[in-house]
């Protein structure tokens, strides 16, 4: 049998089979799916990166494990209570992020915090899709890409990826798609989009009203009535949310009734500490320089920005005012929708300068985040070892293995996120007066076993712990069981107890 007319379809000449091969290749190669496959290929980029870096044990803090808490608890329908800020501290008095619990059906089947991890991955790829729609839409395909390219490997979003997984992923693809409506003049898309911010941190409901700030500015002059109604009500729902989620919802839920990150910003007693001048200028440079040129600051879409800067700029927590962890990731979609909205308006300046230099920006900013991504996150994807598991790394876990599930823990930064998923697990410290039945320690400071035992005694006093094993630069801890009671002691324990009524 003839070849080719083997590889046609039943009933058709080869000649009718490649139309439509050639039909299914335009296809794919449709300029409108450019944004999907570039949010693909994000996505496989954060979900590898991340879970590469928990399979190697180099989670960076407790909050992964905070999140996991809460979501399982949310899985099988309780209080979203995390232990590690304290025994039975539920979430929502702490911070206001109600949308986790929708990763609790996905973390029902998988109850593993590699869930919270792809999630969160998939929520910055989706986020890219907005980004690299509008773009190509106002500049064209090639500086569409770039821009969505640009965004995708920014700093600020590789940053979130590596710190683990925060609630934040949720805001990037909302925030994304609010302001591609609101460049496109799509009112209502914009309004429904930042509606659910709200329920995403207590202080985006500032950023809310920020957006409906811009769609103000931008309906300014226009006679469109129910929709300049229609973005005072977001400014005002926004406010309205943020001063009842900080007055009244945090502290119902909050143990003390207050909130308690009002300290970062008032200080807790002493002088506290304010951001240097040139701290808040490099990191506002940024923001701005690398991804946008600076073309950003000729859109009002920057407003979206403020509530962010100025909540990080005003706190007295150094942690806030640089360009580490996930803090300036729901600060990319506005930067770089607002470039796209600049670049849109610069075709009509009379500077020649300034339209030359628009024209080249986009492939600026690809280059510029494909060169920074060398000294970045995702640059580790390019090393074999990111994808080894290492003989150290499988000794820890053979020793965490032998903590039973469902006992109760308490641990640091290391063994955490190898815990929450089947025990009850408490931050080194933070037990409340409960006696844990393990202590799990990631042992930087390399304390003998007597140490590490004093230690505990220490913490735990009339408790006793035996010295379970250690390997890696880890240690495990194991509560001892209590003494049998001499007989005539434990005949005399009722009418103790009774006395003690």
Known sequence: MDTAAAVAAPGHSTAEAAPAAGARTAALRNPRLDPYWLAAALFIAFAALSICRYR????????????????RAYAHFQAPVADLKGPGTNILGDHFSPVTALLAPFYRVFPTPVTLLVAQAALFAVSAIPVTRVAAHLLGRKRGLAIGLAFGLSWGVQRAVEFDFHEIAFAMPLIAFSL??????????????????????????????????????RLRGKEQPRMVALAAGLVAFGLAAAVITFGVIIPGFNNSGSYDYWNKLNGD????????????????????????????????????????LAWRFLSHDDHYWGIDWHYSAVLMPVVFIALVDALAGVGASPRAWLRSYAQHIPAAAAAAALALTTSLPLADLTEADTYRKSSAVNAIDRLLNRIPDNATVEANVGPISRLTDRCRVFWIGGTGGIQPDYVALRNDAAKTPAELLDEAQRMHPGTTYTYLGGDGGYAVLRRAAPTPAPAAATAAAPSTAVASR
Do not use: C, N, Y
Not at 183 to 200: G, S
Not at 280 to 292: C, K
């Open 56 to 71: 190697r044990l180099l989670t960076m803090s407790w909050d992964l494990g905070i999140f996991e808490q809460a979501i």
């Open 180 to 217: 591609e409506a609101v460049v496109r003049h799509r009112w209502q898309a914009a309004f429904w989009w930042a509606l659910p911010l709200v329920l995403v941190k207590e202080d985006l409901g500032l950023t809310v009203a920020a957006i409906g700030s811009v769609m103000l500015v």
């Open 269 to 308: 007693g002493g002088p506290a500490p304010t951001i240097p001048f040139d701290t808040a200028l490099r990191t506002l440079l940024w923001i701005l320089l690398p991804t946008t040129g600076l073309l950003a600051l000729r859109s009002p879409l920057l407003i979206v920005a403020l509530p962010t």
